[in-house]
């Protein structure tokens, strides 16, 4: 084989070897992904007594936005930790 021949095959053994990290990075990350998705699946379950008046403006929130009550108040919770830890920083 001439010296082209060799370099050509040694480009494509080095291919070969960074597509098998990438696929092996990869599954890394989905089963990250995974993992992350399931934990967030779990979730805990709280009696919360409001007002009604707050129920009734959370409820029409909710209506607004196309999502449950239940649904509302986590996103708006989610909110307010993450405001809370990007301003503890």
Known sequence: MT?????IDERERRLAERLEKLE???AEV???ERALLEKEKK?????LRIPSGLWEE???WAD?????INGQIEY????C?????KNDR
Do not use: A, H, N
């Open 3 to 7: 010296g082209t021949g060799k370099t």
């Open 24 to 26: 092996k990075l990869e």
């Open 30 to 32: 989905k089963d990250r």
């Open 43 to 47: 979730r805990k379950q709280v009696i």
């Open 58 to 60: 959370l409820s029409k």
């Open 64 to 68: 607004d936005d196309l999502r449950s």
């Open 76 to 79: 708006l919770l989610t909110k």
């Open 81 to 85: 930790v993450r405001e809370r830890k």
